[in-house]
């Protein structure tokens, strides 16, 4: 029996120095950075890789991401068989935002950057910060992370108000998805008066003095600050007019002072799901407009035809009549209320 001693104890000592050096690499530090860390560099030049240029509300972005390093330009190192990938982000041009493409108390927001590296993600935080109060801040933003190995597949995910781009780290094509529309903004309409005005019955305009209404500009959008996206096969069609809201009008006892004023705006026969005023919307330090227009927001198809504005308005007037003679003439306000419609095609 003593014969078979020594190879069972050869295999138990074998078995526990396995495993002590096992446990014993677990212990020691290795070399290079851990994965999963993230490390923020200054981006005071370009980066070497793949660029896309990818749209938020507010702006154009180039957004570049690198082939995995071995370490970074400021010598951040990963260990054996680890890599880096590099994400940089620049702002090529802010939108031509028109004052209309945020209604009042609607913000503008940081887009959010998720590096995917096969089933792995990475929220880059650093990637934050375009925004401050109100202002598009145009410094550029770089960031690496460490991941383990090599990544077969690799791509950056641009989020935006729940709607995401996707960047293909590997090629540099962008899906765009429903953020397409951002890449397809038309020119605003130039101004453009409307019609000549309709009064309702025993109602008109002073002498020469014609009510007219002005459109000062049109324009559709698939994202507006504080409204959010557009609905699916939907746009969010902005029209910011004067409505020359007449301070008298001529009525069955002569010419009455308004008091009172209520206007509406329908497109194709549809009200629209907000109005506020133009000077409600602006930024801090805008100079605001001295006529003060009002902006209607409604909801259209995106292939919506040129179709009827119409704006209305319900007027409340009042007269002074003088009733009997001498010692029993008496004065006695009188009101009288009147409607007057105008529109125009957009």
Known sequence: MRKFIWPVVLVLVTALLIAGGILLSRQQPQDGLEAGTLISETASGALVGRSTEVRVPWGSLQVTVTEPLDETPDGEKVGPGASLVGVQVSLRGPEDLLVTDRVPNGYLLDPTFTLVADDEEYLLEGLAGWINDEEITPVSRRQYVALKGVPEKLSLRVGYEGVEQVVDGLTGILARGKALPLYEL????????????????????????????????????????GLGWAPEGSRWMLVTVLPGTPAEFEGPKGTYTVVDATTTY????????????????????????????QVAVFEVAEDRPTGQFEVRTELVGETEVTFGKGKKERTKTKTFEALVAQGAFL
């Open 186 to 225: 038309g020119f605003p309409g130039g101004a453009q008066p409307c019609a000549e005005p309709l009064w309702s019955t025993g109602a008109g305009d002073v002498g020469e003095n014609v009510t007219t209404c002005l459109i000062t500009s049109s324009a559709m959008r698939p994202y507006v600050a």
């Open 266 to 293: 329908l497109l194709d026969l549809q009200a629209p799901v907000k109005t506020f005023d133009y000077n409600d919307a602006l930024p801090p330090g805008v100079v605001p407009a001295e006529n003060d227009p």
